[in-house]
């Protein structure tokens, strides 16, 4: 018994290990047209998603892309670029929407969505995994 006690603790806990080592491999990236020649970091990402800025450094609209709440590109963009929670966010925009004071970015299902709608637009900015970038969008590092 003691035994069978000891190596479900391993298979979990190596399951664990296993589950934290790959979202560590996996990284968020901002995506803009190739065509795209703005100044973007996550902080002009930040204020382009909150509706706080709607035009990229060089003076063209800035057309932000998310994606659904649930995707853990989403996720961790919310967390790690906006500062705050999926949950959060959502709040953020349903009281800017409720006042009149703005409208969130539209949301696509995916990073493969993402990068077709950015690809076939110069102005729209999104995010998706770095293991899905193609030759298609320019890719800028989060930090």
Do not use: C, H
């Not at 047209?33 to 973007?40: G, H, K, W």
């Not at 002009?44 to 659904?68: D, H, T, W």
């Amino acid at each position: 018994m003691l035994k069978k006690q000891a190596l479900i603790k391993a298979i979990l806990s190596s399951s664990v290990f296993l589950s934290v080592s790959f979202s560590a491999l996996s990284e968020t990236v901002i995506i803009v047209n190739p065509n795209n020649d703005s100044a973007i970091d996550a902080k002009v990402a930040q204020r382009i998603f909150l509706g706080k800025e709607g035009k990229f450094s060089n003076g063209k609209e800035a057309i932000p892309v998310n994606q659904i709440a649930d995707s853990p590109s989403r996720t961790d963009f919310d967390t790690t670029v906006l500062g705050r929670s999926s949950a959060q966010v959502s709040a953020y925009w349903s009281k800017l929407v409720f006042t009149g004071k703005g409208i969130p970015p539209k949301e696509v299902q995916n990073d493969a969505e993402a990068i077709a709608l950015v690809a076939d637009n110069q102005d729209a900015i999104s995010y998706v995994d770095s293991s899905a970038v193609t030759a298609n969008v320019k890719a800028i590092p989060l930090n």
